[in-house]
């Protein structure tokens, strides 16, 4: 009788012992989610409003004497596709990362050399608007690098957290997985340069 | 130094080999040890300042009583505003683009408080030799639509480079910081000083006005044809050509940006604000 009551209170310790760690680290997984989705949505906020002023900087730029039309129907293209990609950020796995950030690289690229082709043109450089859009482009890049960081911190701080024994088999169970991350070497995180 | 003019011996080679491989050696062996600062880079980042301080002039580009002024100046408005100005002047930019190494100061130093998101940090790079001085506005998020990008860059621009293209240091800033101080409270709006700069502009160059008429009715006629779309994002911004215009409401262009001088009381520190890396860059 005795034995019996002693082996069942070792075996509810011991269930207490796994179950609790097991429903903090559950918890601590939620939350770390939570933020790497947010900051994600952060993420996509930053790229749409470099895309939002990419007409602006094609009309201004249109008005221009003969500018090269090619440039310009790159850009715009290059826009186009990438307001297609989009990712819901409970369903962000590593195809469909890469496929977001190949189309933003196709928009940084395409907008450089648009940026370097209107060095030929100091008349319209010189105009307001243009400055006032260069400015806003210059911010904008700079606000996409911060939160690519921010992201890709938040990121590495959830993987390190769920790779790690024995949470990396609680996350299992609960189908937490591993995300991916903005890598410093891909071509979207060479912002163009917007001085002159 | 004098080279021995002979060549070396062998011996002498094995021995410099060995010496150089036992640096080489410890040099990586060092760099392992480093890893973690080098990846985190924090360590390019200037420490957030003992007891802090909002004016933080690591360079020697203003004597110690503008320095005074400034961080009296900064902290009367903090006590009446919890809005944070940081002035940083750095000597080096350590490699960083300017703007990165301004968010990251306002990150690291909490400038701001928290939740508000309410700091601002000039950083400037002094002019040193050759190299190009450089100078930026960042913004907390919670200031990004008071002060947004183009409007930054319009100090940076009227302010803060005419001003240190003469060497006037203190005046730049202080005329820099009462802008700001009046767009953030809301004194005059953006419009205004657009306005403001336009009259002071007058007669660089009677094509630029042209030329900006002819692309606003461009881009006007452009947009008509293509039907109403929403080219900023989040409301946060100040259409562009609405900054051009500048002259929505005329009706206290008037102001002129007094100076602000009552007493100050000591900074209480940082708050722990944010920043998502609007502001603008300028050099002179």
Known sequence: MRQTIIIIGVILVLALLTVVPMYNSYNKMVVYDEQVKASWSQVENVYQRRLDLIPNLVNTVKGAANFEKETLTQVMEARAKATQVTIDPSKMTKENFEQYQEAQGKVSSSLSRLLVSVENYPQLRATESFKELQSQLEGTENRIAVERRKFSELVMEYNAYIRKFPKNIYASWFNFKEKPYFTAEKEAAKAPTVKF | MNYPTKSLSESNMKKIKQHLRAIISFTFVALLFLNPFLVNGQNDIPARPEPPRLVNDMAGLLSAEE??????????????????????????????????????????????????????????????????????????????????????????????????????????????????????????????????????????????????????????????????????????????????????????????????????????????????????????
């Open chain 2, 67 to 284: 320095q005074t002024a400034l961080e009296r100046k900064l902290v009367t408005y903090y006590d009446s505003t919890s809005t944070q100005i940081a002035i940083v002047v750095v000597k080096s930019l350590n490699g960083y683009d300017i703007n990165d190494m301004a968010v990251r100061i306002g990150q690291k130093w909490g400038v701001g408080q928290k939740g508000k998101n309410n700091g601002i940090v000039i950083l400037i790079k002094p002019k040193i030799n050759n190299e190009n001085g450089k100078v930026c506005i960042v913004n907390g998020y919670g200031v990004e639509a008071l002060v947004t990008d183009a409007l930054s860059k319009r100090i940076i621009e009227n302010e803060i480079t005419p001003a240190f293209r003469e060497g006037q240091y203190y005046q730049g800033l202080n005329k820099a910081t009462n802008v700001l101080f009046s767009l953030l409270k809301g004194e005059f709006s953006a419009d205004q000083y657009m306005a403001k700069n336009k009259k002071k502009k007058k007669g660089t160059s009677p094509l630029i006005p042209i030329i900006i008429v002819i692309i606003i009715i461009i881009i006007v006629s452009n947009r008509r044809s293509q039907g109403p779309r929403s080219f900023s994002h989040g409301g946060a911004d100040i259409p562009f050509w609405m900054l051009m215009g500048g002259m929505m409401n005329s009706g206290r262009s008037g102001n002129d940006f007094g100076d602000f001088n009552s007493g100050g009381g000591d900074f209480g520190g940082f708050g722990g604000g944010d920043f998502g890396g609007g502001g603008a860059s300028g050099e002179w």
